[in-house]
């Protein structure tokens, strides 16, 4: 499948905007100390202030740079109709720091968007168009990918430049140019301005390369009988410590533009490399909810992230990431539009070992694995490429002349379902669980809830039209806290007292059982009382307000998104796929794969 120069402008193009605004259109981010933080960059560079450029041992250097010059822009064009650009996404009901929110969001959402059409066109290098279309437009609609990168923080740019750098490794590897490994290198730099943990990429990189060395000495050591020691040394050199060397020169160059490194250098790296030390002794200081345990001062074990990674994951993305597992064992010829074996591989071992890194640390939370979970989409985009490689061979086999538009067709379907299901919890994705488990039925006694506080911007808007004369008070529960000053300009308690107006509380509290005596005191004084408001996702209740003293003027409200018939629609299309694919690889078995039974 190949596209004319003027068809990949213009998909790119249209990559970019659906990514855009999926990403920019009225976001929901939980923690505010990031906007904060960009706030303080933007003025310390405007001070000349270089120390004051360093705010956080994450660092977050690209996240304040990104988000800091969107703000900043958006100060300046204040009272202009240029503002206008920066507000379009911003709920109409948001307060000055839920626009401000959404305004950095915004300069994210445009960072993210090339990322993505960046990754397409890598691994486009890699295996052709399909697998890159498939990758891109799994990607758009992922739906934990997608409520990660609608917050200011760190977890979502961080994953994306750690995949864009890991691609660009392989396709230097595979097409033996150093260009490439140089752009790995430089955005494996930007990464690691972002987010300690992408120090994987130093190991990853070695391994990739070791793996490569590994190939070209079996396929060369006949041809070397004599002179093996200098071959070996000379080989070992050129395809193992020159380009691993060269890559981490270019890691090093994006430090050389953060300002604080001009100035304390020494400071900033110790304080790096203590927060990563720190994150692997130190559990999270709050309770863990995890298949149905409590775990607290205490890791919840090896099992955490590999679920996270199956619940997070659409029914979608996972079957076509098994398929794809399948594909590779069977698959014994390198048929050059596909991706190589061992490339794909490599790629497993990604999603393997960043994994077992994040396990062996004490904090665990599910966001930390995002860079996992994102390779999870490109993964899937291989096996979906691989099976619409098998049918259209299989059905040009029969002569029939679908053949020719199998590719597209199968590339529709695939991305057009995981639009479906990530759309019907429109704005709140993070509320999506893998519906082949149970949706969220079956996720809320595995896994934690309401990582975003989803369904806080129902509570927004609702509070802002219950009010009369005045704002009503509202207390909330942990981590509610975190967010409401976003969607509510009304007076706001935390911990909760015995004299608000109006009382919220969400489910996590109750799982991860977080509550101090003052909240469970509330909670039990309104278990029996009927709520003014339910936010419902596929059918579990994920926040509840009530009234201390309801009036003439409340309203009853309950808000149900995402469907638990998708968990029927999920398992049909599994089969109805598996068989697809077993069918294909029967018709296709001399060219592809041994006899399958």
Request: some cysteine.
């Amino acid at each position: 499948m190949k596209l004319p120069r003027w068809a990949a402008i213009g998909t790119s193009v249209v990559l970019f905007l659906l990514a855009f605004f999926l990403r920019a259109y009225r976001p929901i981010s939980r923690p505010d100390q990031w906007l904060a933080r960009s706030w303080i960059f933007c003025s310390a560079l405007g001070r000349h202030d270089w120390a004051a450029t360093y705010q956080s041992r994450h660092p977050g250097f690209t996240t304040m740079v990104i988000s800091g010059t969107t703000l900043c822009l958006y100060d300046e064009a204040a009272g202009t109709p240029l503002q206008n650009l920066f507000t379009w996404g911003v709920f109409p009901f948001a307060t000055d720091m839920g626009r401000e929110m959404a305004i950095g969001v915004l300069g994210l959402s445009i960072v993210l968007s090339a990322l993505i059409v960046a990754i397409a066109l890598a691994i486009r290098k890699l295996a052709g168009w399909p697998m890159a279309l498939a990758a891109a437009g799994l990607m758009a609609f992922a739906p934990a990918y997608l409520a990660e990168s609608r917050v200011l923080h760190v977890d979502a740019l961080v994953s994306t430049l750690m995949l864009l750098s890991a691609l660009l490794l392989l396709v230097s590897l595979q097409a033996k140019q150093r260009r490439y490994l140089v752009l790995s290198g430089v955005v494996g730099g930007l990464a690691l301005l972002t987010k300690t943990p992408a120090l994987f990429l130093l190991p990853y990189t070695g391994l990739a390369l070791l793996v490569y060395l590994l190939c070209n000495l079996r396929n060369g050591w006949r041809d070397h009988a004599k002179g093996w020691m200098g071959w070996l040394l000379g080989e070992t050199w050129r395809g193992l410590v020159f380009p691993l060397l060269l890559w981490v020169v270019m890691v090093a160059l994006p430090f050389a533009f953060w300002p604080a490194m001009w100035v304390n250098p020494t400071t900033v790296l110790g304080n790096m490399m203590t927060g990563t030390l720190e994150h692997v002794v130190n559990p999270h200081v709050y309770p863990r909810f995890f298949n149905g345990h409590i775990y607290t001062g205490a890791a919840p074990g090896p099992l955490f992230y590999p679920t996270i990674l199956a619940f997070n994951a659409s029914f979608i993305t996972f079957v076509l990431f098994l398929v794809s597992l399948v594909y590779y064992v069977l698959r014994r010829r390198n048929t050059g539009h596909l991706l190589p074996p061992i490339t794909f591989w490599l790629l497993v071992a990604y999603v393997a070992f960043f994994t077992i890194q994040m396990t062996i640390g004490a904090k665990q939370s599910d966001r930390y694995e995002m860079p996992a979970q994102l390779m999870l989409e490109v993964l899937a985009a291989a096996g979906l490429a691989a099976v619409a490689d098998l049918v259209q061979r299989a059905l040009a086999d029969l002569k029939l002349r679908l053949a020719q538009a199998v590719v597209p067709i199968l590339l529709a379907a695939a991305i057009g379902l995981q639009a479906l299901v990530a759309l019907a919890f429109m704005p709140d994705y993070g509320a999506h669980y893998n519906y082949l488990f149970g949706g969220n039925q079956g996720a809320v006694h595995v896994v934690e809830f309401t990582g975003q506080n989803e369904g806080i911007a129902y509570l927004g808007d609702y509070m802002s039209h219950v009010a009369g004369e005045r704002l009503p008070s509202l207390a909330v529960s942990y981590p509610l806290n975190t967010s409401i000053r976003q969607y509510y300009a009304g007076e706001t308690f935390y911990p909760i007292p015995h004299d608000a107006d109006y009382y919220a509380f969400n489910l996590v509290t109750l799982q991860r059982q977080m509550g101090d005596a003052a909240w469970w005191a509330a909670w039990e004084r309104f278990a029996g009382a009927s709520p003014q408001m339910v936010v419902s996702f596929d059918g579990v209740d994920y926040l509840w307000l009530y009234a201390a003293n309801p009036g003439p003027r409340d309203y009853e409200m309950v808000i149900r998104r995402g469907w638990a018939g998708f968990t029927g629609i999920a398992w049909g299309v599994t089969f109805a796929f598996l068989g697809v694919f077993i069918w294909a690889l029967r018709r296709t078995k001399g060219e592809t794969a041994e006899k399958v039974v």
